[in-house]
Nanobody, 115 residues
C-alpha cells in the first residue's frame, strides 16, 4: 500500500510562486507514474501535470511554461513548481500515483491565488 501526503499549498498573490510536494510511503515509488491533479469548486478534477517512472512529462495546456513537475526517487517525493500563478489556478491540488491497475491519492492541499 502507498500513502501520499501533499504539502506546500497556501495563499499567494497573482504572479507569485509555490512549490508543492508529495511524499510517498513504501518501496515502490520509483516504479509509480505520478501526477498532480486539481479541483476547483464546482468543477471536475483535472490533470495538471504528469511524470512517468522514466521521467517523461506532460502538462495541461493551461499550465505549460508556468508549472514544472519533477521527482526525486531518493526521497520518494514528487514536486510541482508553480510560477506566474493566476487566480484561475485556485483549487485543491491532489497527488496521484499509479502502477498498473492500482491508483493512489493524497488528501489534497489548497492553493489560493488572489488577484
Amino acid at each position: 500500500q502507498v500513502q501520499l501526503v501533499e504539502s506546500g499549498g497556501g495563499l499567494v498573490q497573482a504572479g507569485g510562486s509555490l512549490r508543492l510536494s508529495c511524499a510517498a510511503s513504501g518501496s515502490i515509488f520509483s516504479m509509480l507514474d505520478m501526477g498532480w491533479y486539481r479541483q476547483a469548486p464546482g468543477k471536475q478534477r483535472e490533470l495538471v501535470a504528469h511524470i512517468t517512472s522514466i521521467r517523461s512529462t506532460n502538462y495541461a495546456d493551461s499550465v505549460k511554461d508556468r508549472f514544472t513537475i519533477s521527482r526525486d526517487n531518493a526521497v520518494n517525493t514528487v514536486y510541482l513548481e508553480m510560477n506566474s500563478l493566476k487566480p484561475e489556478d485556485t483549487a485543491v491540488y491532489y497527488c496521484n500515483g499509479r502502477l498498473g491497475w492500482n491508483g493512489y491519492w493524497g488528501q489534497g492541499t489548497q492553493v489560493t491565488v488572489s488577484s
